[in-house]
């Protein structure tokens, strides 16, 4: 079942945007929340799936929650690709 939560976390293009801004370094939800013209919700919404997924981490300061990626979990999956490739 994780592997099926985790492609589908991939499936979604702002999911894999999500990805690729973490991919930098450790962000607040408003500063991921800043780079899409969706509402709020919305990208909260795609940081649980992401979470879900295991493809993020939480960390929470204050009233802040700051998010990052966790690189176990896409090595694995790069693994079980060239696992299929070869």
């Known amino acids: 079942m994780a592997l099926q939560d985790t492609l589908k976390a991939l ?3 702002t999911r ?7 991919k930098k370094g450790t962000l ?3 500063e991921i929340s800043d ?22 981490r939480d960390k929470r300061d204050g009233k802040f ?6 690189a176990s979990v896409l090595e694995e999956i790069m693994l079980w690709i060239k ?4």
């Open 65 to 70: 929650i700051y998010y990052e990626l966790n």
């Open 11 to 13: 499936s979604d293009p």
């Open 83 to 86: 696992d299929l490739k070869d």
């Open 28 to 30: 607040s939800a408003g």
């Open 35 to 56: 780079a899409f013209p969706v509402s709020g919700a919305a990208i909260s919404r795609h940081l649980s799936v992401l979470k879900d997924a295991d493809l993020i």
């Open 16 to 22: 894999r945007e999500i990805l690729n801004l973490l």
